[in-house]
Nanobody, 125 residues
Framework: QVQLVESGGGLVQAGGSLRLSCAAS????????MGWFRQAPGKEREFVAT????????RYTDSVKGRFTISRDNAKNTVYLQMNSLKPEDTAVYYC??????????????????WGQGTQVTVSS
């Protein structure tokens, strides 16, 4: 089992930027496909981005393409989510998650077996 701890959330004005970090410990980080998800109040958890084991391939939900960038540093056991041009609709609790199966870049939350506790991102208008 891998333990995941997110950080970097906060309150930012629309148009601003934040960088989320997710530090992993326990199971081999470099063997995991990593993902970011978010959940806004009253809504279901939704996929944001995912990155493969080497960091060479990524996938994003359409609403964040061109604004968010997922990356990872396997030497530091950390995955990042750089969020630029933030909008009020990006307000949510953001979670990182780990997947150890055989799919290339899964996007379903049910695929990910390990989750962090979440970090709140609030974007004011």
């Amino acid at each position: 089992q891998v333990q995941l701890v997110e950080s970097g959330g906060g309150l930012v004005q629309a148009g601003g930027s934040l960088r989320l970090s997710c530090a992993a410990s326990g199971r081999t980080f470099s063997s995991a496909v990593m993902g970011w998800f978010r959940q806004a109040p009253g809504k279901e958890r939704e996929f944001v981005a995912t990155i493969n084991r080497s960091g060479g391939s990524t996938r994003y939900t359409d609403s964040v393409k061109g604004r968010f960038t997922i990356s990872r540093d396997n030497a530091k056991n950390t995955v990042y989510l750089q969020m630029n041009s933030l909008k009020p609709e990006d307000t949510a609790v953001y979670y990182c998650a780990a997947y150890y199966g055989g799919k290339f870049l899964p996007t379903g939350s049910a695929d990910f077996g390990s989750w962090g506790q979440g970090t709140q991102v609030t974007v004011s208008s």
